[in-house]
């Protein structure tokens, strides 16, 4: 096989995989999808608001989880019941 042959074809792979990656993170970028029969559809992406809203009941559940990781209480039954206590919070929210 030609030397030529076989970097003209590593090439065009090459220059083929390049241009799926660049599509795919485009698409990823925007919210386009192309589901298995090659349909392509658009999804609808969270407003600001909402993902704000998310982000800060997030902050507000890994507050609570630190608190409980770094209870200081020293009687053991005393910090088993706080720890209840916090968990039944969390599933409230």
Same mark, same amino acid.
């Given at each position: 096989m030609d030397k030529w042959l076989v970097i003209m074809v590593l090439g065009?792979?090459?220059?083929?995989?390049?241009?799926?990656?660049?599509?795919a993170k485009h698409d990823a970028q925007y919210g386009i999808v192309t589901d298995r029969k090659g349909r392509v559809q658009m999804v609808a992406q969270p407003a600001d608001s909402e993902l704000q809203h998310e982000v800060e009941t997030l902050? $507000? /559940? %890994?507050?609570?989880? $630190? /608190? %409980?990781?770094?209870?200081?209480?020293?009687?053991?039954?005393?910090?088993?019941?706080?720890?209840?206590?916090?968990?039944?919070?969390?599933?409230?929210?």
């Open positions: 065009s792979v090459a220059i083929t995989s390049l241009a799926r990656l660049l599509r902050r $507000e /559940r %890994i507050k609570v989880l $630190e /608190r %409980i990781a770094t209870d200081a209480n020293s009687s053991q039954g005393r910090h088993t019941n706080n720890l209840s206590a916090e968990i039944e919070s969390l599933r409230d929210r």
